[in-house]
Every structure is written in C-alpha cells, then in structure tokens.
C-alpha cells in the first residue's frame, strides 16, 4: 500500500425545486467502485488550490459550474479508500437544478439529480458526507437567512415557508416565522397579487438583496 497520504475533494451540490431537495452525483467510470453513484469530486493537482479543484472536478464531471462552495468538513477516516490513504476536503452548496444542463466525462459516465430521500448506495463513505452536508445545511438555517435565492423573482411568502420547511425537514409555527421574517426586513412587499386555491388574493414578495447579503454576511441567530 502508498504510505503517502493523498488529498481529494468532493462536492456535496443540494438541489431544491417545487418543495423538493435532489442531491447530484455521478455514476464512476473506473475502479474502484466502477458504476457505482457517488459524490463527484477527485484528486487535488499540484498546481491548484483546493477550491480550484473542486470547481474543476464539478465542472468536468457534471458539466455544473457553481462560482461558490463552502467548506464543509474533511473526512480523513483509515480504509475509506482501497487506493490508499486519501484524505478528502468536502464542499457543499444548495442550487437551482433547472438551471444547469448536466454533461458527464473524464472520471464520470453520468451525472444525475437524487432525492435525498431516495438516495442510491453510494460508494466510498460518501453518504456520510452527504449527511454531514445535510446536518450542517439544517443547522446553518438557525444563524443565517439562506436558500432566498433559490425563489422566483416574485414570490408569495407561502412558498418561502414551503422552502424552510423542506429544507429542515420539519414543520414550522408558520405565524413565529412570519414574524422573525418580517423583523429581518430582507422582503419587500410588492403591489401585485396572486391566487392559489380558493381565499383572497395574496401578496407577492421579493427579496432585498442588499440587506439580504448583509445579514448573510453578518450571522444572525434565526432560530426557527
């Protein structure tokens, strides 16, 4: 066995549409765990930095280019890779899946969105990933307003619980979190109207982006 310690990265890239999380992975081309789904990600090239490689092997794997992912938690646990001692960097992001038009090659056969409730065996440790990602995607709501971006433009405010509340994984005290809303001031109200189901018309929202991005770069406690 390689006693040299080896480093990759892998990219947890969440996916939400209409009240739904997806997950993207990648079908492996070699050994090991040849057609095996997993995580995509791969080995770090001398020459580049852990973010550049990340971006780059998402790029070529899935055809997604994504300009941020966070640093999630490195995995360095013995015997999680039969080619030696590989230590991985993990990254995670949440997106729009409608937005990209998935494109497998070079370590990828193919590239494709999974619900996170209905997630194929994954090879190597990558489902620990993926529920460390979840974990701290969950526990990230609590201290900062996020996933805003992932709305329409204009939006009524029930898609918004729709969205905190899928990604939590739980219901929520919808009138609580109307107000702890309402008191970041990150919505503005529009003028226009919408109809959903029988009732009167409801409001349409967008959001701040200037305020937005300030609470997201400040940390807030936003316990929901």
Known sequence: MNSTIQLTVDAVVFGYESGN?????????????????????????????????????????????????????????????????VVSVAYFGLVKPNTFKLSASTDAKKAEWFNINSL????????????????????????????????????????????????LGREIDRRNFKKKIASLKVLDELDEKVSKGPGRPGSLFSFNKKRYFQLKKEGIIFEI
Do not use: C, M
Not at 137 to 142: A, D, E, R, V, Y
């Open 21 to 85: 999380i997806s997950v993207l992975l990648v079908k492996r081309k070699y050994k090991p765990y040849e057609d095996s789904w997993a995580l995509p990600g791969g080995f770090v090239l001398a020459d580049e930095t852990l973010e550049q490689a990340v971006e780059r092997e998402l790029s070529e794997e899935t055809g997604v280019k994504i300009n941020y992912l966070e640093q999630l938690y490195t995995f360095g646990g013995l015997g999680r890779d039969s080619r030696g001692r």
């Open 120 to 167: 194929p065996k994954l090879a190597f440790d990558h489902r620990k990933i993926v529920a460390t990602a979840i974990e701290r995607l969950q526990g990230k709501i609590t201290y900062e307003p996020i996933g805003f971006e992932l709305l329409e433009k204009k939006f009524p405010f029930s898609d918004l619980e729709k969205l905190y509340t899928t990604l």
